[in-house]
């Protein structure tokens, strides 16, 4: 099975700070990897696929990148509605599997 | 707009059996593959079973091979999880999960508000 290892599993930011979460794969996965936010008490919502590829709706200071087993979620100014959990999921193969989640919560 | 309503979770004892259905709107569900994931309680997401758009094909997560089936009506745009064997490992929220339109999920785009399955004696 290929192992998703994110890091941090939790970071403290201000409305406004630039937020950089890592994903890594135990093994090459090209660029099937995608990003999901998850507020407490509600569904994931899918943020980017393909690595970089943004969601119908998202906004733009989110975004995503890497290839390989290397992979960055990246919010380019924090806001309020950013704190949540937020997953990487590879969708190479069978099983698929999620990263353990990065909690992003207020200073 | 792409809504996912599952139906069907209980508190069931453990070996015992429960059927999960989710309901599809929104989209033409006959072209898509979909899923279930699922969270235990405080916990991250595990994926747990995805089927080709026809239902030719399934895929199980080994936890579950041999005792879950996923299965589809298209023509009641219905995906459907028969959990056999229940532990209590299995004590989860399930979300059912649109996928891409291609022969396996590449992303799980629109997920339902999830149900709860308990599994306790």
């Known amino acids: 099975d290929i192992q998703m290892t994110q890091s941090p599993s939790s970071l403290s930011a201000s409305v406004g700070d630039r937020v950089t979460i890592t994903c890594r794969a135990s093994q090459n996965i090209m660029t099937f990897l995608n990003w999901y936010q998850q507020k407490p008490g509600k569904a994931p919502k899918l943020l980017v696929y393909?690595?970089?590829s943004l969601q119908d709706g998202v906004p733009s200071r989110f975004s995503g990148s890497g290839s390989g087993t290397d992979f960055t979620l990246t919010i380019s100014s924090l806001q309020s509605d950013d704190f949540a959990t937020y997953y990487c999921?590879?969708?190479?193969?069978?099983?698929?599997?999620f990263g353990q989640g990065t909690k992003v919560d207020m200073k | 707009e792409v809504q996912l309503l599952e139906s069907g979770g209980d508190l069931v004892q453990p070996g015992g059996s429960l059927r999960l259905s989710c309901a599809a709107s929104?989209?033409?569900?006959?072209?898509?593959?979909m899923s279930w994931v699922r969270q235990a309680p405080g916990q991250g997401l595990e994926w747990v079973a995805s089927i080709s758009t026809t239902g030719g094909t399934t895929y199980y997560a080994d936890s579950v091979t041999g005792r879950f089936t996923i299965s589809r009506d298209n023509s009641k745009n219905t995906l459907s999880l028969q959990m056999n064997s229940l532990r209590d490992a299995d004590t989860a929220l399930y979300y059912c999960?649109?996928?891409?339109?291609?022969?396996?999920?590449?992303?799980?785009?629109?997920w339902g508000q999830g149900i709860l399955v308990s599994v306790s004696s």
């Open positions: 999921q590879q969708s190479y193969g069978t099983p698929y599997t």
């Open positions: 999960t649109k996928g891409s339109a291609t022969p396996r999920p590449l992303k799980f785009d629109y």
């Open positions: 929104g989209f033409r569900f006959s072209t898509y593959s």
């Open positions: 393909t690595a970089s």
